[in-house]
């Protein structure tokens, strides 16, 4: 939701200043409202069984995805870095459902970084495992609600429905989705998945 309120804010001010790409921005949006969407579906039918693995460079695809969530962490006016330790990484994947993994953790860490904090974004290809962690300087989150984070229906806090989703398309790929957090420290939101016959460069 974040991603979509952001992205309408720069597609408006885009239409007062001709300097501003305003189809790019029109694209952010459209692309935040369709994978939004495909949230909504996937909470209301749990139909994680149609996902479809493909091999696809994790890499390129983290990297993409983070490029088109850049201009709003820039309206935000918070840094958003993407590092990965190869340059690019072949593996079966549901690349859809990555891409909705990372997209609700990079929202809920645009939600709670406040201006001139960080975003860091980082892809580490382990030998029979990789991690993707979405790291921010962010308020962080009491060691008593984070066993509640991941639960369906535990809006306390604002994190909704996303986070449970997220969880459950880990553990539907082989993976899982886990937490380090502490109040005025920020989260570390670390996915971490099978590599299987990854072909890492």
């Known amino acids: 939701m974040q991603l979509i309120v952001s992205s309408a804010k ?5 239409l007062d200043d001709p300097a501003l790409d305003g189809k790019a921005y029109a694209d952010m949006l459209i692309a935040s409202v369709n994978q939004a969407q495909r949230l909504l579906e996937t909470a209301l039918t749990g139909a994680t ?4 693995v493909e091999r696809v460079d994790a890499v390129a695809c983290v990297r993409t995805l983070c490029a088109s969530c850049r201009p709003c962490a820039e309206e935000r006016g918070v840094a958003l870095r ?4 190869v340059a690019s990484l072949a593996l079966p994947l549901d690349e859809d459902g990555l891409s909705r ?7 809920n860490a645009l939600r709670f ?14 030998g029979d495992a990789v991690e993707l962690t979405v790291s921010d300087t962010g308020v962080g989150i ?34 899982e989705l886990t937490l380090r957090s502490a109040p ?9 998945l099978p590599v299987g016959a990854a072909e890492a460069v």
């Open 101 to 107: 993994i990372l997209l609700n953790l990079l929202s």
């Open 113 to 126: 970084t406040p201006r001139g904090g960080a975003i860091r974004v980082s892809l580490v290809a382990l």
């Open 184 to 192: 005025g420290q920020g989260s570390a939101f670390t996915l971490r």
């Open 142 to 175: 009491p060691a008593d609600r984070q066993p509640w984070i991941f639960l369906p229906g535990e809006t306390d806090g604002g994190h909704g429905h996303g986070l449970p989703i997220a969880r459950r398309l880990a553990r539907h790929m082989g993976g």
């Open 82 to 85: 993407c590092s990965s330790n």
């Open 49 to 52: 069984a149609a996902a479809r």
């Open 10 to 14: 720069l597609l408006r001010m885009a």
